[in-house]
């Protein structure tokens, strides 16, 4: 087998994967704030260390609202997952230099950073539905930049170079082309 | 581009088609059709010389500098 019937069978395999991510990931948050009440207090760690208080159910208004804040980052983040699956549709299709490429690593990247800043505010967001329960003086507003947030940028920054260098690729591949 | 491409020119004199002039060279027709609108970027040596051989010319018959002004 080829290099290139390599490529497009790995990206065949990855595009369904990345097809069962956009379908996933939004059940996942979907079901987060269904069943939050039920969950594990573990995945709710606001309540937790260092000022332990007795957990308290979530108000299905409070359940709605953080749904609706955890759209902000769902968005950012399947508006990625759809980047790459059609970056990796062109390769299983054999495209490999295209403008469209350059284009969908840079939109991905640009995603990427937003999907960083709207994670911070749902993060946030969350640490305040979480401890709106707790008595006055104990409730919290937690902004968090931690090295999650770090090394997405610094992937966000290697997105650009790969995009910036497969804008090169796409021009040779265009000399190539038209080389008679 | 000052590179004016007289491929179209020199087939008809030599009364020879696209067709059969791609498959002597061994290049595909689009390419010769790259080639014979000036969309090609760059001609190979080797290009150039199996259509020098097919059409027994020289490449200044093919090729040729216009300058706009």
């Given at each position: 087998?080829?290099?290139?019937s390599?490529i497009?069978?790995?990206?065949?395999?990855?595009?369904?994967?990345?097809s069962f991510?956009?379908?996933?990931?939004?059940?996942?948050?979907?079901?987060y704030?269904?069943?939050?009440?039920?969950?594990?207090?573990s995945?709710?760690?606001?309540n937790?260390?260092?000022?332990?208080?007795i957990?308290?159910e979530?108000?299905?208004?409070?359940?709605?609202?953080?749904?609706?804040?955890?759209?902000?980052?769902?968005?950012?983040?399947?508006?990625?997952?759809?980047?790459?699956?059609?970056?990796?549709?062109f390769?299983r299709?054999?495209?490999?230099?295209s403008?469209?490429?350059?284009?969908?690593?840079?939109?991905?990247?640009?995603?990427?950073?937003?999907?960083?800043?709207l994670?911070?505010?749902?993060?946030?967001?969350k640490?305040?539905?979480?401890?709106?329960?707790?008595?006055?003086?104990?409730?919290?507003?937690?902004?968090?930049?931690?090295s999650?947030?770090?090394?997405?940028?610094?992937v966000v920054?290697?997105?650009?170079?790969?995009?910036?260098?497969m804008?090169?690729?796409?021009?040779?591949?265009?000399?190539?082309?038209?080389?008679v | 581009?000052?590179?004016?491409?007289?491929l179209d020119?020199?087939?008809?004199?030599r009364?020879?088609k696209?067709?059969e002039?791609?498959?002597?060279?061994?290049?595909?027709?689009?390419?010769?059709?790259?080639?014979?609108?000036?969309?090609?970027?760059?001609?190979?040596?080797?290009?150039?010389?199996?259509?020098?051989?097919y059409?027994?010319?020289?490449?200044g018959?093919?090729?040729e500098y216009?300058?706009?002004?």
């Amino acid at each position: 087998m080829d290099n290139l019937s390599k490529i497009k069978k790995f990206s065949k395999n990855l595009h369904l994967f990345l097809s069962f991510l956009v379908v996933v990931i939004p059940l996942y948050y979907v079901s987060y704030w269904v069943f939050v009440n039920y969950l594990p207090e573990s995945l709710i760690n606001v309540n937790i260390h260092p000022t332990p208080l007795i957990p308290n159910e979530l108000p299905i208004k409070l359940q709605i609202i953080g749904f609706f804040t955890s759209l902000l980052p769902l968005s950012a983040l399947i508006y990625v997952i759809t980047n790459i699956r059609k970056l990796f549709s062109f390769y299983r299709e054999g495209m490999i230099f295209s403008f469209e490429h350059v284009s969908l690593f840079k939109k991905t990247a640009k995603a990427l950073v937003l999907w960083v800043i709207l994670s911070i505010i749902y993060e946030s967001a969350k640490s305040v539905i979480f401890s709106a329960g707790n008595p006055p003086g104990s409730r919290l507003l937690k902004v968090g930049f931690s090295s999650a947030e770090i090394t997405t940028l610094v992937v966000v920054g290697i997105v650009f170079i790969i995009a910036w260098v497969m804008d090169e690729g796409r021009i040779l591949n265009e000399e190539k082309e038209l080389t008679v | 581009m000052p590179i004016i491409v007289n491929l179209d020119v020199v087939l008809a004199k030599r009364k020879m088609k696209s067709v059969e002039l791609a498959k002597l060279v061994g290049i595909t027709e689009q390419n010769l059709s790259i080639l014979k609108t000036g969309k090609a970027r760059a001609i190979r040596i080797s290009t150039l010389e199996a259509i020098c051989k097919y059409l027994e010319c020289q490449p200044g018959d093919i090729l040729e500098y216009k300058d706009h002004e």
